[in-house]
Nanobody, 123 residues
């Protein structure tokens, strides 16, 4: 069992920046690709970004490319999502998910989920 805990969500103004953190206590953390997903009210959960097990491969949804950066620190069992130039359309609950088998890009590929953290972009 892999437990994931997201943090860092809050209310931020349009154009602002925010850094989310996904933490895990599993000693096998480095064996899992970690993805960030988000779900806005009334919408399906969607892919945001993913990082490979050792951090050398990353991928992003087109809507966040050049604004968001995913990274990981395996020594600390942490994955980060640095977000800048935030827009109201980025408002959602952000989740991190883990997979030991694929560089996940869909919610169906996630084996484990965190509980989510709310990001609200508004004046």
């Amino acid at each position: 069992q892999v437990q994931l805990v997201e943090s860092g969500g809050t209310l931020v103004q349009p154009g602002g920046s925010l850094k989310l953190t996904c933490a895990s206590s599993t000693r096998f953390f480095k064996n899992y690709a970690i993805g960030w997903f988000r779900q806005a009210p009334g919408k399906d959960r969607e892919f945001v970004a993913v990082v490979s097990t050792n951090g050398d491969i990353t991928d992003y949804a087109e809507s966040v490319k050049d604004r968001f950066t995913i990274s990981r620190d395996n020594a600390k069992n942490l994955v980060y999502l640095q977000m800048k130039s935030l827009e109201p359309e980025d408002t959602a609950v952000y989740y991190c998910g883990a997979s030991a088998f694929v560089l996940l890009r869909t919610p169906q590929e996630c084996d484990y989920w965190g509980q989510g953290t709310q990001v609200t972009v508004s004046l």
